[in-house]
């Protein structure tokens, strides 16, 4: 069980990491005025769930 928590922990540190370039990237995009353009289909909004129905007992 210890390996499949530090393999866990260490692609959850790897994937922090490739948002935190990310943002360094697009900043630095930004700061140069080069504009990112994003197909409306490949948006996703960011928080909002589907809520799941809840069944209820009888």
Do not use: T
Not at 10 to 28: L, N, P, T, W, Y
Not at 46 to 53: E, K, N, P, V, Y
């Amino acid at each position: 069980k210890a390996n499949v928590v530090a393999d866990a922990l260490s692609r959850k540190s790897g994937m922090v990491a490739g948002i935190k370039v990310e943002e360094e990237i697009i900043g630095d995009l930004e700061r140069l005025g080069i504009e990112l353009l994003v197909k409306i289909e490949h948006q996703r909004a960011s928080g909002l769930l589907q809520q799941l129905d809840i069944p209820v007992w009888k």
